[in-house]
């Protein structure tokens, strides 16, 4: 028998010895979670890192170590702006690195656009980013996560389509002619820059009923009746008008369309003619 004392005694041992375990237990379930989180962060397909509240780099998956050219393991410690560094594409200025301005407002924060990321190799990424403050349970700010994706050869694709662009508008404009497209779902018209300038607009996507009354009112019903027979019966579209600028300047324009029924939407191409019907009423008077 054990007298109360040594009964005490080891009551509270058992106690301790319980919460010893249920301690090990807890701890070895929150050392997991964190190494799934931790694998999961590293295994995401954009490019993460983190930083403490001192703007040091605390992780990087690989994503990341592949855009800066270092390893998770070289740029432990490390202040972010010495890891990260951006520019801008257009000026070469230096970016101020978003980790500083997210502690500095303690709100997400997003790149501009036209930012390069230059690895230590030297060589050069589009990329695209937000970063978002950590925060404690009491919402204190204890670091920052950046999240970035290299969009090199999207950003490439945006600035060819924007080159063709303007390489299409240079020829509509010295050739006289434009396209539209008629959504008869909303009735709006959007023209291309050739097309506003033969009808001579400023924007580019119109009512239908304000486009309708640029031509003279005389053609009204030749325009009508064609898109009509050419959205019910697919009838040819191709007609010859008059329109009255703006400037009060008269142009002759030829047009051409195809209806999408799949769309619901009416393709055309505008020609000003101006000059060559000028040129046969000439022939004709002088004949």
């Given at each position: 028998t054990c007298s109360p004392k040594e009964l005490e005694l080891s009551n509270a041992l058992s106690n301790i010895v319980a919460l010893a375990l249920q301690n090990s237990i807890l701890h070895k379930?929150?050392?997991k979670k964190n190494e799934e989180l931790r694998t999961t962060l590293l295994s995401i397909g954009d490019a993460v890192i983190s930083t403490d509240i001192e703007g040091n780099v605390v992780l990087m998956n690989h994503v990341a170590e592949n855009l800066c050219g270092y390893s998770n393991k070289e740029a432990y410690g490390k202040p972010f702006k010495k890891v990260f560094k951006i520019v801008n594409s257009k000026t070469r200025e230096i970016l101020e690195d978003p980790v500083s301005k997210v502690i500095d407002e303690g709100q997400r924060v997003h790149l501009a656009n036209h930012t390069i990321l230059i690895s230590t190799t030297g060589k050069e990424f589009q990329i695209?980013?937000?970063a978002a403050p950590i925060l404690d349970k009491n919402g204190e700010i204890t670091g920052v996560v950046l999240v970035f994706s290299d969009v090199t050869e999207e950003y490439g694709?945006?600035?060819?389509?924007?080159?063709?662009k303007e390489n299409l508008d240079k020829a509509e404009l010295m050739g006289g002619f434009g396209n539209w497209e008629l959504d008869l779902n909303n009735k709006t018209?959007?023209?291309?820059?050739?097309a506003a300038n033969i009808y001579g607009l400023e924007k580019e996507t119109f009512i239908l009923e304000e486009v309708q009354k640029i031509p003279l009112l005389e053609y009204r019903k030749t325009l009508d009746e064609a898109l009509d027979k050419l959205i019910k019966e697919n009838k040819p579209y191709s007609v010859e008008f008059k329109i009255k600028k703006p400037d009060g300047k008269i142009r002759f324009v030829h047009s051409e369309a195809k209806f999408e029924a799949r769309s619901n939407k009416v393709f055309g191409v505008l020609n000003d003619i101006t000059d060559s019907k000028l040129a046969e009423e000439a022939l004709l008077a002088s004949e």
């Open positions: 379930k929150l050392a695209s980013d937000s694709l945006r600035e060819d389509l924007k080159k063709s018209i959007t023209g291309s820059t050739g």
